[in-house]
C-alpha cells in the first residue's frame, strides 16, 4: 500500500529534512519563506488559521525524489509507469476528508491559508 501524506511528513520529519516553524506566522508570508528555505517547511501555526501548512515539498526534482521515497534518476520511468498502469480509484461513502462538507454559497476559500 502506498505511502500516506501524513506517513511521509513524519518520514521527512523524522529523517531531519523538515524545518519546522512553531512561530507563528502570517499567511501572506507563507510562499517567500518557502522559496527561502532549503527544505521543507512545516509550519505549525498560521496566524488566523486553526491547521497547520506544509510547502515547498516538490520544489525541485531531489525534494520530489525525497519526498516519494524514489531515487531521483527513477523519477521519469517511475511517473511513466504509473500513469501506464494506473489504478482505479476506491470509492466510500465515509471518510474523514468528508467530514466537513461545504456546497454552494457555504464555501468561504478564506477560511484556508492559501498564500
Known amino acids: 500500500m502506498p505511502e500516506s501524506f501524513h506517513a511521509m511528513l513524519s518520514r521527512i520529519d523524522r529523517d531531519g529534512r523538515m524545518l519546522r516553524l512553531s512561530k507563528e506566522v502570517d499567511a501572506r508570508h507563507l510562499s517567500a519563506l518557502v522559496v ?7 509550519f505549525e501555526r498560521v496566524r488566523g488559521f486553526d491547521i497547520p501548512v506544509v510547502g515547498g515539498l ?52 478564506t477560511e484556508l491559508p492559501l498564500p
Open 36 to 42: 527561502k528555505a532549503d527544505r521543507p517547511v512545516l
Open 58 to 109: 516538490f520544489w525541485s526534482r531531489a525534494r520530489l525524489a525525497a519526498s516519494l521515497s524514489w531515487p531521483e534518476v527513477e523519477l521519469g520511468t517511475r511517473f511513466a509507469a504509473g500513469v501506464r498502469t494506473m489504478i482505479e480509484p476506491v470509492l466510500v461513502d465515509d471518510a474523514p476528508a468528508r467530514e466537513v462538507v461545504r456546497a454552494g454559497a457555504d464555501v468561504d476559500l
